[in-house]
């Protein structure tokens, strides 16, 4: 079932389907720690219904946002979201696999790269039965390695990667940025409350940049 829901910022709405994945804290959480100047051109790599893209084009001043969607039904959800706030200078979808990226980015093109990927190893956990929320959170068209691998590919020297993870894959994360040169710059947890362990990390990679890491004080959010 699709519903229309009101983003609280700038008048900005989203439609999302119940049958596939819905966008949740984890999102909205990324959007408030990426960051792109007016004269940036940004990605959104595994856009789903576009969430981030329209937040992004609320809290930056970023000339063009684009996301990638691999899901036929996602990406056509996200081409409704630009429509109905109106975006249609800024934002642009494309319906492709992300190890696909160089087929529309120049190599070393694109100063901002985000993303929300899926968290869970193929093999890990419950794998729901409905194949779109199944390949949204679960590693089965993509991984991390191909996430930070297209995030590489396409990001100018010295520009910026964020992305949102499982914070008990924190290890993995940084182990695969710093194979491909992607230094990560800051971190911040994500937790339910004080007295409980971080579920979520928020990573910020510089590429080509030298190591030195900002730690920031831990957001306390009911995940």
Known sequence: ?????????????????????????????????????????????????????????????????????????????????????????????????????????????VDVVTCNPPYMSASAGFQNPDEPKAIARHEICTNLKGVVEAAESILKFGGHFYMVHRADRLCDIIWELRQKKLEPKRIRFVAPSPEKEPKLVLVEAMKGAAPSLKLEPTAFVNI
């Open 1 to 109: 079932m699709i519903r229309t829901e009101d983003l609280g910022i700038n008048g900005l709405k989203i439609m999302q389907d119940s049958d596939l994945f819905c966008f949740g804290t984890d999102s909205v959480m990324l959007s408030d720690f990426a960051r792109a100047k007016r004269s940036d051109t940004v990605v959104d790599l595994c856009t789903g219904n576009g969430i981030i893209p329209v937040l992004l084009s609320a809290k930056t001043n970023a000339k063009k946002i684009w996301g990638i969607e691999l899901q036929r039904v996602s990406f056509e959800l996200a081409q409704k979201n630009i429509e109905i706030n109106g975006l249609g200078e800024r934002l642009e979808f494309i319906c492709d696999d992300i190890a696909n990226c160089l087929s529309h980015f120049a190599q070393g093109s």
